[in-house]
């Protein structure tokens, strides 16, 4: 069945960087748009990043554009989320999730990862 | 930006009651609509997409109606694994936004 499994979430301080990456096995990664969906402690869900089922295609939402990059390794069946200059209103479970339809990311979302739970602070 | 917003906040609701959750968006999002259900502790789980087509292995209880601006999840005869938090999410354009969600809770 569909699997997809986050890690890289840790405590880091306000203006650093993390990398979160996510494996999925289960399914050709190289068929579906891939996206990073979070959510803060006890608020609701945000989208973050999408990126094409090719790569050739990324989309962020205005609160992380510039400072995140989506990518993705579809030889390697992985998914990635480079983060920089860190804020403390970035502090969330970061999941990991698969795109259902569209190839180019405009997806409702059907299969989702456990999450990395990632904390901005000093 | 497409706004999403969900009504009511919290449906304090009995087993075996039918909820009707709102969901209403700021601009024409045709059917690009989708439901989730998230237990705490859970990611979140798909219910429906194309406001009204159930995803694989969700009870026909669940359904949903609307297009355009007004859609609503039904869950006709609520089972004690229903009550939990519910959102929609449109999908017709950039950003991808959610409703801030809906508590269907234990009465």
């Known amino acids: 069945q569909v699997r997809l499994v986050e890690w890289g979430g840790a405590v880091v301080q306000p203006g650093r960087s993390l990398r979160l990456s996510c494996a999925a096995s289960g399914f050709t990664l190289g068929t579906n748009a891939m996206h990073w969906v979070r959510q803060a402690p006890g608020k609701g869900l945000e989208w973050v990043a999408a990126t094409s089922y090719d790569g050739s295609s990324e989309s962020y939402a205005d609160s992380v554009r510039g400072r995140f990059t989506i990518s993705r390794d579809n030889s390697k069946n992985t998914v990635s989320l480079q983060m920089n200059s860190l804020r403390r209103d970035d502090t969330a479970v970061y999941y990991c999730v698969r795109g259902l339809g569209s190839w180019y990311g405009l997806n409702p979302f059907d299969s989702w990862g456990q999450g990395t739970v990632v904390t901005v602070s000093s | 930006e497409i706004v999403m917003t969900q009504s009511p906040g919290t449906l304090s609701m009995s087993p075996g009651e039918r909820a009707a959750l709102s969901c209403r968006a700021g601009?024409?999002?045709?059917?690009?609509l989708a439901w989730y259900q998230q237990k705490r502790g859970q990611a979140p789980r798909l219910l429906i997409y194309g406001a009204s087509t159930r995803a694989t292995g969700i009870p026909a209880r669940f359904s949903g109606s609307g297009s355009g601006t007004d859609f609503t999840l039904t869950i006709s005869g609520l089972q004690s694994e229903d009550f939990a938090l519910y959102y929609c999410q449109q999908y017709n354009s950039w950003p991808l936004t959610f409703g801030q969600g809906t508590r269907v809770e234990i009465k």
């Open positions: 601009q024409n999002i045709k059917k690009n």
